[in-house]
């Protein structure tokens, strides 16, 4: 019998093949196409670029007042928040939204939450004038570890987001069949990727930048990102307020009504705007 196709090669073939995958999933977002709706949104926006770490990054901004920096997730992009913008806009907000890098329209081939983070925390630096944000997912956590790193803003929202790096690392070594041999080398991959300990960006590490005002909503039913981040983001958090949301999953919360109208009240009470009461 040829080696190479033998029952033992082939299940080492496997194994080799799921590490790689796991590699590939937390260090290459796919990168996404905007819809027409979105196209249409961002058309009405000024655009421009932010140069970070030597590559540009997309940056689209619409009206006056208190900015809002609008934060998206993993291989996703900035205009999957476009049905924040409208009401945004109508609560005397400006609002600003952008693609991470090697998502949507911005430059690179590689990321993680720690590669976004520092994209969020360069861009808010050069704006200056971030007020508030509101971020999906990943981008949640990228938040997190900006308002860690100094990034000051009145007020924020946390949809759907993971609060520990460690938790999901283990989580993706699980979903790829990884074995525990596997699982401890895909965790010191990850942490010589981003250039630091998993633990370094874990919940616990992270609480000095909870000073403002949160809003967090996620669905209990969300498979992406477990609910459980969510209540551990609020447990630790004082001044936060978690909301369960129901049958929106982890995506349709960018489009819900309800979401959307919690989330300006949110922001609307926490920032001053020129807007009569």
């Not at 996703?76 to 806009?89: C, T």
């Not at 520990?164 to 596997?182: C, D, E, F, I, W």
């Not at 498979?223 to 936060?240: D, E, I, Y």
Request: glycine share 8%.
């Amino acid at each position: 019998m040829n080696p190479q196709t033998s029952p033992i090669s082939q299940r080492q073939n496997s194994a080799e093949n799921a590490f790689t995958q796991a590699c590939i999933a937390f260090s290459r977002p796919r990168r996404i196409a905007a819809s027409e709706a979105e196209t249409a949104a961002l058309a009405t926006a000024t655009r421009t670029t932010h140069a970070h770490e030597g590559e540009d990054i997309a940056v689209w901004t619409w009206g006056e007042g208190p900015r809002v920096l609008l934060v998206h997730g993993w291989d996703s992009r900035g205009s999957h928040l476009a049905g924040f913008i409208q009401p945004l806009l109508q609560a005397g907000f400006s609002v600003t939204l952008f693609d991470m890098p090697a998502h949507g329209d911005s430059a690179g081939e590689h990321g993680s939450v720690v590669h976004s983070s520092r994209a969020l925390l360069s861009l808010a630096t050069a704006l200056a004038d971030v007020q508030a944000v509101i971020a999906h997912s990943m981008g949640s956590a990228a938040a997190l570890i900006a308002f860690c790193q100094g990034l000051q803003v009145q007020a924020s929202v946390h949809l759907c987001g993971p609060s520990s790096l460690s938790t999901m690392v283990k989580l993706q070594a699980r979903g790829y069949g990884l074995n525990p041999q596997q699982s401890q080398a895909f965790h010191a991959w990850v942490e010589q990727f981003i250039g630091q300990s998993t633990q370094s960006v874990d919940l616990e590490s992270l609480l000095d930048g909870l000073r403002h005002p949160a809003l967090i909503m996620h669905d209990p039913e969300d498979k992406v990102v477990p609910f459980a981040a969510s209540m551990a983001l609020n447990q630790a958090w004082s001044g936060s307020q978690l909301i369960e949301t129901h049958a929106l999953g982890h995506r349709r919360i960018l489009t819900d009504d309800d979401v959307i109208i919690g989330t300006v009240a949110h922001l609307a009470h926490n920032v001053a705007t020129d807007q009569p009461a």
